[in-house]
């Protein structure tokens, strides 16, 4: 990889929560693979491109583990995506295991099953936030606090299998492991999150339910080769892409509806008419985080007319890709009405996000309920002056509102 001096250094500076370094833009045109340093501190190559992105994103030369792991890249100091992960002899074959074991509790079927649960959820949710906003003097509620955060994990912690007696534990793990500005807290939260899981999986052993950890638990029993180990990381990896992501993706969908009030009146208008095409520009132009997502190539490979040797770090950037001009007209622009709907948010291939019908369950019913609710709903702090968390997701600590 080029030398420390010809390297971009991650993460580039937004000028918002909402809008890219416009450094990307020029990445696009002119470097799509280009060489980085990531925020730890290691080599790493950024792709910014819709076409190369997409096609990586299905490349079975890159992977989540390394050919030797102690020599690779780390990029960042969170405990989630921060280095490699898993077997690479078996990486492809353990995958697809995995996918086959959580497909059922993802599937349509079992997010309609959930919707109305997840409706109650955020009318409750709502009630409370209007409850605080006639009692405020100012008549400003917190969105992110009173909803955004706290659905995601109700609901993972559901299809987990998880007590409501011991959420709020669940939910500060969540956010102490995807932190990269706590240092060794996040890898410590890591530790006492995999002890839990332990816990709670003798639990259901003991008594199963019909949760994904009783499902984890029988398929353990049935298949020597899942030990405790692969069991922490597959639930971190549901606890990162079913909660934390999707907090952002409502706070920054918010975000976005509320500083273009023209769509979010037509969201008013037509709430269950629009609500579709307005959560897949979310999840188009919403951008979480500042980085992407991580790989390494497990053989040499030519991406663009640059070879990417076996081992590299290759950091897939998703937000830069959605705003490709070569792959969206006015790629810019929050239009739920464009003609070009494909987007990277859900990843691509066989990597496509598990989840993806429970977030855009969640989203859905979030965004129709505001919709119908609080038609007249605002922003009450500037989007310049909103402070982002310091998590490999990003989004904001806060999202003050009012109507």
Not at 260 to 286: C, H, K, Y
Request: charged content about 25%; hydrophobic content about 40%; aromatic content about 6%.
């Amino acid at each position: 990889m080029s030398a420390a001096a010809e390297r971009l250094q991650l993460p580039f500076e937004r000028p918002n929560v909402l809008d890219l370094a416009p450094l990307y833009e020029v990445l696009r045109r002119e470097a799509p693979v280009t060489p980085v340093t990531a925020p730890a501190g290691d080599p790493a190559w950024l792709v910014t491109r819709f076409d190369e992105v997409r096609e990586l994103l299905s490349d079975k030369r890159l992977g989540r583990s390394h050919p030797e792991p102690e020599r690779a890249s780390r990029i960042t100091t969170a405990a989630v995506q921060d280095g490699p992960t898993g077997n690479y002899e078996t990486e492809e074959a353990d995958h697809a295991r995995m996918r086959r074991l959580l497909t059922p509790a993802f599937s349509a079927k079992r997010m309609r099953m959930l919707s109305g649960h997840m409706q109650d959820l955020v009318d409750d949710y709502i009630d409370q936030l209007v409850a605080e906003h006639d009692a405020a003097p100012d008549g400003i509620v917190d969105l992110h606090a009173g909803l955004a955060f706290p659905l995601p994990v109700a609901v993972i912690c559901q299809l987990l299998g998880v007590p409501e007696s011991d959420r709020e534990h669940f939910r500060s793990l969540s956010d102490r492991m995807a932190s990269y500005a706590s240092g060794d807290d996040a890898h410590q939260a890591r530790a006492e999150f995999g002890k839990y899981m332990a816990r709670l999986a003798e639990g259901k052993r003991a008594e199963p339910g019909e949760d994904i950890i009783s499902d984890i638990v029988r398929a353990q029993s049935a298949d020597e080769r899942f030990d405790y180990d692969e069991m922490v990381r597959l639930c971190v990896g549901l606890l990162f892409a079913g909660h934390e992501t999707t907090v952002n993706r409502i706070g920054l969908g918010t975000l976005l509806l509320l500083t273009r009030p023209d769509q979010w009146q037509s969201l008013t208008a037509d709430p269950t008419g629009r609500v579709n095409a307005t959560i897949e520009e979310i999840m188009r132009l919403g951008a979480p985080g500042d980085l992407g997502l991580l790989r390494y190539a497990h053989t040499d490979l030519d991406v663009a007319g640059t070879t990417i040797h076996r081992g590299d770090a290759v950091i897939l950037s998703i937000n830069a890709a959605n705003r490709d001009q070569a792959a969206y007209s006015n790629a810019e622009t929050f239009d739920p009405d464009r003609e070009e709907r494909a987007h990277l948010g859900f990843g691509h291939g066989s990597h496509f996000c598990i989840g993806a019908s429970l977030a855009r369950t969640e989203l859905r019913i979030v965004f129709a309920t505001l919709a119908q609710r609080l038609p007249g709903l605002r922003l009450a702090k500037d989007l310049d002056e909103l402070e982002v968390r310091t998590t490999i997701t990003g989004g904001v600590t806060e999202l003050p509102v009012t109507w």
